[in-house]
Each structure stands twice: as structure tokens, then as C-alpha cells.
């Protein structure tokens, strides 16, 4: 099956290339595929949909983050067809990442917890989409990866701090266990993408991403035990539900 690539698998591609020895991800003896990243027994590229969204995403990525099997940021680009991704940088800004943010066709948003706001910064908890200047997409600005990382990149992003940032806290422990955050609120990239669309008015599109972030988890806990390959049950149900929620939409 031919599955065209979006930015996250060629920004993947491109790190790769450019890496002095392979990333040594936990079950680096499993044979994966080159797009989805999990074993390829249980690869999931034949499920993946693009959804119809008014809504777009710039992933800001910590360096190898995209190496990463379990890093869920290119659940985003595989179902929202505008979806970009650079790697970040602490001493300089990509030229086309910020012509992106600066883009008049986009109100960009930087995703963070408010209490980083900094004094002037506006925090936001939904993005009314009559609210928004004529013309203009919302584009849903995430940093990926770890807790300290995205700290990190954020505090060392000027460039960030003048944007609005819309800010969540979920009342519940995020499901994300692959590499589950220190504190409540730090939910996959994912499930805060999934959120992002909640709040921007498109609940049917959250769904879809929410149960594809659930396929993903699945997949890859499939991937890593010998004692899951007998039914396949779970797995099953996860694709028709998503296929499912792409009808209701």
C-alpha cells in the first residue's frame, strides 16, 4: 500500500539521515515499519484517514524526539492534512517555521499550561472560531517532548511568548503510559492536539484522534509482548471504531 508522507515522516527521515548511529529505542530488535514506526505485524498505515479540519498544527520538536517510536506527535499529521514540524533549536529560529507562525493566513496559538504565561501573555481555554480575525486558521503550536524539554524550549522561544496561549487542565490522569508525564495534567501530544480541536469547536475530529492515540497505545503494548500475538481482538475493534467515527463526521 502506497501511503503518502506528511511533514512528521520526513522531518523523520531527514533526522535520520543525518544521525551517526541509530537510536536505540526500547525493542530496537523489532522490525518496524518506516512510517508508523511499530512492529510491522501490527502496523497500522492501511487504517490511517485524513480528516476534513479548519484547524492546523506546528509541532516544535526536541531534537531526537521524532526518533522516537512512542512519540505520538505524528498521530496529528496522519489524520490533519495541515500539519507541520521543525526541529527546535536553542540558538536559532528556522526561517520557514517562522514565516509559518508570521503567516497573516494563520492566528497561531502556543499550547502550554497558563501558569508559564508570561505577564502580558493572553491564556485562552477554547478558540472561538467567530472570534477570529476574517480569514485567519487557527494554527495549534505544540512543543514535543519531554515535560522538561518543552520547559525548556519555551522559556528559551522568545518568539513564543507573544503569542496567546490556549491552556488546559483535564480533571483526569492522562492514558498516555508509553512514557506518562511526571504530573496529572502532561497528557500525550496526541491527546493535547485532540483537546486543541475540542476546544476549536470540532468534537467529531477529537474523537477520531483520541481513538487513533488509543490504537497507537494498543499497537505498540502489542508490539512489545510475546503474550498479546494470539488475539488480536482488541486491535480489531480499535480500527473499526475509528474507521466508524470518520462516518459520524
Not at 112 to 135: D, H, I, M, T, W
Not at 137 to 159: N, Q, T, V
Request: glycine residues 4%; aromatic residues 10%.
Amino acid at each position: 500500500m502506497s501511503v503518502e508522507l506528511h511533514a512528521i515522516h520526513k522531518l523523520y527521515q531527514y533526522r535520520k539521515a543525518i544521525s551517526s548511529r541509530p537510536y536505540g529505542a526500547r525493542g530496537k530488535n523489532l522490525v518496524r515499519c518506516e512510517l508508523c514506526l511499530l512492529a510491522k505485524v501490527y502496523c497500522t498505515c492501511e487504517s490511517r484517514r485524513q480528516l476534513v479540519s479548519n484547524n492546523a498544527f506546528l509541532l516544535i520538536m526536541y531534537d531526537d524526539e521524532v526518533l522516537k517510536p512512542s512519540n505520538s506527535g505524528r498521530l496529528i499529521a496522519d489524520l490533519i492534512p495541515d500539519t507541520h514540524a521543525y526541529i527546535w533549536s536553542r540558538t536559532y529560529a528556522n526561517r520557514k517555521m517562522m514565516a509559518l507562525i508570521e503567516d497573516p493566513n494563520y492566528q497561531p496559538f502556543i499550547i502550554f499550561p497558563g501558569e508559564y504565561a508570561n505577564e502580558e501573555q493572553q491564556v485562552l481555554s477554547k478558540v472561538e472560531p467567530s472570534s477570529l480575525p476574517r480569514g485567519k486558521k487557527p494554527l495549534f503550536i505544540l512543543l514535543d517532548g519531554s515535560w522538561r524539554e518543552a520547559i525548556r524550549m519555551f522559556r528559551k522561544s522568545p518568539y513564543l511568548h507573544h503569542l496567546p496561549m490556549l491552556s488546559f487542565t483535564p480533571d483526569t490522569v492522562a492514558k498516555y503510559g508509553l512514557r506518562k508525564g511526571s504530573r496529572d495534567f502532561q497528557l500525550g501530544t496526541a491527546e493535547v492536539a485532540a483537546l486543541a480541536l475540542g476546544a476549536a469547536g470540532e468534537p467529531d475530529n477529537a474523537a477520531s484522534l483520541n481513538i487513533w492515540f488509543e490504537l497507537f497505545i494498543e499497537s505498540s503494548i502489542f508490539s512489545r509482548s510475546r503474550k498479546s500475538t494470539h488475539d488480536l481482538t482488541p486491535l480489531t475493534k480499535l480500527r473499526e471504531a475509528f474507521l466508524t467515527s470518520l462516518d459520524s463526521e
